[in-house]
Protein backbone atom coordinates (compact mmCIF):
# COMPACT_ATOMS: atom_id res chain seq x y z
CA UNK A 1 0.00 0.00 0.00
CA UNK A 2 1.41 3.69 -0.83
CA UNK A 3 0.53 5.49 2.16
CA UNK A 4 0.28 9.57 0.89
CA UNK A 5 -2.78 11.45 2.69
CA UNK A 6 -2.83 10.48 6.73
CA UNK A 7 -5.43 11.75 8.69
CA UNK A 8 -4.85 12.76 12.63
CA UNK A 9 -7.61 12.63 14.89
CA UNK A 10 -7.73 13.79 18.46
CA UNK A 11 -4.89 16.86 18.09
CA UNK A 12 -3.79 16.92 21.91
CA UNK A 13 -0.33 16.78 22.57
CA UNK A 14 0.28 13.22 21.39
CA UNK A 15 -1.89 13.67 18.42
CA UNK A 16 0.60 17.29 17.57
CA UNK A 17 3.98 14.66 17.55
CA UNK A 18 2.30 12.31 15.01
CA UNK A 19 0.87 15.21 13.22
CA UNK A 20 4.89 17.13 12.96
CA UNK A 21 5.93 13.17 12.31
CA UNK A 22 4.08 12.64 9.39
CA UNK A 23 4.72 15.81 7.87
CA UNK A 24 8.57 16.42 8.18
CA UNK A 25 8.27 12.92 6.43
CA UNK A 26 6.37 14.04 3.54
CA UNK A 27 3.26 12.98 3.89
CA UNK A 28 -0.01 15.05 3.87
CA UNK A 29 -1.99 15.53 7.17
CA UNK A 30 -5.48 16.29 7.68
CA UNK A 31 -6.26 17.30 11.80
CA UNK A 32 -9.91 16.73 13.47
CA UNK A 33 -10.61 17.04 16.70
CA UNK A 34 -14.06 17.70 18.01
CA UNK A 35 -12.78 20.25 20.41
CA UNK A 36 -12.43 23.62 18.16
CA UNK A 37 -10.14 25.48 21.05
CA UNK A 38 -7.73 22.06 20.46
CA UNK A 39 -8.01 22.23 16.98
CA UNK A 40 -6.52 26.12 17.11
CA UNK A 41 -3.95 25.51 19.34
CA UNK A 42 -2.37 22.14 17.38
CA UNK A 43 -1.37 24.50 14.29
CA UNK A 44 0.73 26.48 16.60
CA UNK A 45 2.01 23.60 18.82
CA UNK A 46 3.10 22.07 14.90
CA UNK A 47 4.31 24.59 14.06
CA UNK A 48 6.67 25.08 17.35
CA UNK A 49 7.20 21.26 16.65
CA UNK A 50 8.69 22.20 13.40
CA UNK A 51 10.87 25.12 14.03
CA UNK A 52 12.50 23.46 16.86
CA UNK A 53 13.46 20.58 14.26
CA UNK A 54 14.39 23.23 11.81
CA UNK A 55 16.66 24.73 14.83
CA UNK A 56 18.06 21.68 15.99
CA UNK A 57 19.40 21.04 12.57
CA UNK A 58 16.65 17.63 11.94
CA UNK A 59 15.60 19.77 9.24
CA UNK A 60 16.25 22.54 6.99
CA UNK A 61 14.30 25.50 7.20
CA UNK A 62 12.75 24.79 4.09
CA UNK A 63 11.96 21.19 4.97
CA UNK A 64 10.16 23.27 7.82
CA UNK A 65 8.21 25.46 6.17
CA UNK A 66 7.21 22.41 3.41
CA UNK A 67 5.95 19.75 6.70
CA UNK A 68 4.17 23.01 7.44
CA UNK A 69 2.31 23.42 4.57
CA UNK A 70 1.55 20.20 4.14
CA UNK A 71 -0.78 19.97 6.84
CA UNK A 72 -4.37 21.05 6.91
CA UNK A 73 -7.13 21.42 9.75
CA UNK A 74 -10.54 19.80 8.70
CA UNK A 75 -13.79 20.90 10.53
CA UNK A 76 -15.55 17.53 10.23
CA UNK A 77 -14.10 13.76 10.21
CA UNK A 78 -15.71 12.68 7.12
CA UNK A 79 -13.88 15.53 5.76
CA UNK A 80 -10.61 14.12 7.79
CA UNK A 81 -11.01 10.66 6.62
CA UNK A 82 -11.90 11.61 3.02
CA UNK A 83 -9.08 10.96 0.97
CA UNK A 84 -6.89 9.13 3.57
CA UNK A 85 -4.88 6.29 3.64
CA UNK A 86 -4.04 5.91 7.18
CA UNK A 87 -5.66 7.43 10.04
CA UNK A 88 -3.85 7.59 13.61
CA UNK A 89 -6.09 8.19 16.33
CA UNK A 90 -5.08 9.70 19.94
CA UNK A 91 -8.24 10.55 21.52
CA UNK A 92 -8.73 10.68 25.46
CA UNK A 93 -8.33 7.30 26.96
CA UNK A 94 -11.80 6.23 27.47
CA UNK A 95 -13.39 2.79 25.90
CA UNK A 96 -16.29 3.81 25.60
CA UNK A 97 -14.98 7.07 23.06
CA UNK A 98 -12.69 5.38 21.45
CA UNK A 99 -15.16 2.61 20.76
CA UNK A 100 -17.79 5.18 19.50
CA UNK A 101 -14.88 6.82 17.32
CA UNK A 102 -14.16 3.72 15.69
CA UNK A 103 -17.60 2.74 14.74
CA UNK A 104 -17.78 6.15 13.14
CA UNK A 105 -14.29 6.03 10.84
CA UNK A 106 -15.21 2.26 10.07
CA UNK A 107 -18.09 3.77 8.50
CA UNK A 108 -16.70 6.63 6.99
CA UNK A 109 -13.02 5.64 5.95
CA UNK A 110 -12.64 4.16 2.46
CA UNK A 111 -12.39 -0.53 3.04
CA UNK A 112 -8.49 0.03 2.55
CA UNK A 113 -7.65 2.68 5.08
CA UNK A 114 -5.62 1.48 7.85
CA UNK A 115 -6.83 2.47 11.58
CA UNK A 116 -4.33 2.91 14.41
CA UNK A 117 -4.46 3.85 18.06
CA UNK A 118 -1.86 5.76 20.45
CA UNK A 119 -3.47 3.76 22.89
CA UNK A 120 -1.43 3.15 25.91
CA UNK A 121 -3.40 1.53 28.07
CA UNK A 122 -6.46 0.37 26.81
CA UNK A 123 -6.46 -2.82 24.82
CA UNK A 124 -7.28 -2.81 20.98
CA UNK A 125 -8.74 -5.53 21.11
CA UNK A 126 -11.45 -4.74 22.91
CA UNK A 127 -11.44 -1.13 20.52
CA UNK A 128 -11.65 -3.03 17.58
CA UNK A 129 -15.08 -4.90 18.43
CA UNK A 130 -16.51 -1.23 17.19
CA UNK A 131 -15.62 -1.88 13.63
CA UNK A 132 -18.29 -4.11 12.51
CA UNK A 133 -17.76 -3.30 8.53
CA UNK A 134 -14.06 -4.11 8.32
CA UNK A 135 -12.90 -5.55 11.46
CA UNK A 136 -9.49 -6.47 9.49
CA UNK A 137 -8.17 -3.04 9.70
Given amino acids: MNIKKIAVIGVGTIGCGWA???????????????????????????????????????????????????IQICRSLSEALSDADFVQESIIENYEAKKALYAEMDRLALPNVILSSSSSG?????????????PER
Fill in 122 to 134: LLMSEIQTAAFIH
Fill in 20 to 70: TFFAMKGLNVSLFDTQQSTLESAISRIKDNLTFLAESNYLTQDESCSAFLR
